[in-house]
């Protein structure tokens, strides 16, 4: 059974840091290029980072980059958001996602993933 689970979210102050989790299973997930989206209330998803199968390549929203990193550890079958600097506006609930084959150009677009995990919260308050 294919299934992604993130883990790592919790209540953090501004400033702080989060290092979030996307543990795959039913399938080898370095096959996969894997994103992280956040969904905040009243809000549309949105795409936060995604890092490709093969080069690793990583693709960054700019309301996120040079504060979160991505990386992906195909030994673990696990992929990490780091996410830094943390601000009131990044508490969402982050999911993540895992795509067998898309357009890089639109790595942020849900409908490019075919896996999708439940879902970690996180709230950024003090």
């Known amino acids: 059974q294919v299934q992604l689970v993130e883990s790592g979210g919790g209540l953090v102050q501004p400033g702080g840091s989060l290092r979030l989790s996307c543990a795959a299973s039913?399938?080898?997930?370095?096959?996969?290029?894997i994103g992280w989206f956040r969904h905040a209330p009243g809000k549309e998803r949105e795409g936060v980072s995604c890092?490709?199968?093969?080069?690793?390549?990583?693709y960054y929203a700019d309301s996120v980059k040079g504060r979160f990193t991505i990386s992906r550890d195909n030994a673990k079958n696990t992929v990490y958001l780091q996410m830094n600097s943390l601000k009131p506006e990044d508490t969402a609930v982050y999911y993540c996602a895992a795509s067998i084959s898309f357009f890089a150009t639109s790595w942020y677009e849900t409908y490019e993933y075919d896996y999708w995990g439940q879902g970690t919260r996180v709230t950024v308050s003090s």
């Open positions: 039913g399938f080898t997930l370095g096959y996969y290029a």
């Open positions: 890092i490709t199968s093969n080069e690793g390549t990583t």
